[in-house]
Each structure stands twice: as C-alpha cells, then as structure tokens.
C-alpha cells in the first residue's frame, strides 16, 4: 500500500507534553500539507513542505507549532507545551507536485490528539 | 465571510433520491475545484474533481459556474453509503495550492 502513512493514529498527552506526529507522503509526492480539523469544524490548512523546505506556513500557530519535512525520513509536525485547545484530528496531504494544477491531494488516515 | 460556503444540512433522503448539494467560493482567483467526502472521524476522500465543462462519475456529476463562483454536486439514485459529509474544496496558485474547504454538508440516505 503506497498511500499516505500517518502515525501514530492516536495519541494522548498530558498538558505541557511535546506531541510528535509523523506523516510519510505516498510514493513518488514530493509536496506535503498539513489540516487540522477541530471538533465539529472544517479542515484548516496549516503548512506546505516540501524536501527540506517550508513553503507556505500561514496556517500555523505562531508559537508551540513546528514543521519539517527532512531530506531522509517522515515530515514532522511538532507540537510544543500541549494545551486542551490542542485536541484535534490532524491529517497530512500529499501530492505529486504544483507544476500543473487541479492536482488533487491524498490523505492519511490522520492522527487524534487527546489533550488530558 | 468564509472563503467557501456549504450548507451545513443535514440533508435527510431515502434510499433512491436525488440530491443536490450547492457551494459558493469568495475569491475569483481559485483555480481548482474538488469534491471531497468525509465519513465521520475518517480521513477526507477525493470524490471528484470539478471541470468548468461539468463533469460525471457515474451517479454524480458535478457542475462549476465561475461567473457566479458557485460550485454544486448532484447524486442521483442515493445509497446507504453515501451517507457521509461531503466537503467543497477550491485552492489557487497563489495560495501554494493548499486546500480550502468549506464545512462540508452532511447527508444521511434512509432506508
């Protein structure tokens, strides 16, 4: 299965805690995206990477937020000093690449964030 | 004012209707055009993508009208499984090509 690989499915902290959420795109995309999906909300674009470059960070939070899309290995969403507004599904889209547009994207299954 | 706009529903059909879901889009620049589906908790799926010609996929064809910016979704002959959220989706070149969803419209098909 060479689809988008996000892990771990679920995870739990504790206030304060780091949360590392990790996101393989599908072979051959050189291009992700990161949504955060509040309860009961729509998608929100958080930050595009591509290999050892972040593209678009408008989404982000100023603080606590990270990203990284490494030349070897996973992207990384790094979550800093956990708070409960934090609680959210995230999911990670990837796609080939923007030289010709209406290139849809594919998403992970998306990991939960339980803030305790 | 969002940048996409659904009617959040629920649409409530039985098994066999028609249904047709409208959207509007606030910036005239959007380049591209999707239909995702979101079942409930699960990842968002490309439904379909949306051409200016309008364009079908067995039951669902979907319409784009960029003078009003209005995109719409119709399924004919609904299924139990199509009951699920389904969400509009635009993105533009300027915008690093990151999705904009709108809230999506819920659909729940009865038996």
């Known amino acids: 299965n060479a689809g988008v690989m996000q892990n771990p499915r679920h995870l739990v902290r504790r206030r304060g805690q780091e949360a590392r959420l990790r996101c393989s795109p599908m072979k051959g995309h050189s291009h992700v995206y990161w949504y955060r999906q509040l309860p009961e909300e729509g998608l929100k674009f958080m930050v595009y990477l591509q290999k050892e470059n972040i593209i678009d960070e408008s989404g982000m939070p100023k603080e606590r937020f990270s990203a990284e899309f490494p030349k070897e290995g996973p992207s990384i969403l790094r979550i800093q000093q956990v708070v409960r507004g934090d609680s959210a599904a995230y999911f990670c889209a990837s796609s080939p690449g923007t030289g010709t547009y209406n290139q849809p994207q594919h998403f992970g299954d998306g990991t939960r964030l339980s803030i305790l | 004012r969002k940048e996409v706009e659904q009617d959040p529903g629920p649409f409530n059909v039985p098994e066999g209707a028609t249904v047709a879901f409208n959207c509007t889009y606030s910036?005239?620049?959007?380049?591209?055009f999707f239909w995702y589906r979101q079942d409930c908790r699960k990842e968002p799926k490309l439904l379909m993508s949306v051409y200016s010609s309008g364009n079908e996929d067995g039951r669902f064809t979907a319409q784009l009208n960029r003078a009003s910016q209005y995109i719409s979704l119709l399924i004919r002959d609904s299924k139990l499984s199509d009951s699920a959220t389904y969400l509009c989706?635009?993105?533009?070149?300027?915008?690093?090509?990151?999705?904009?969803f709108g809230s999506g419209t819920r659909l729940l098909v009865r038996p």
């Open positions: 910036n005239s620049a959007s380049q591209s």
């Open positions: 989706v635009v993105s533009r070149m300027d915008s690093s090509y990151k999705l904009i």
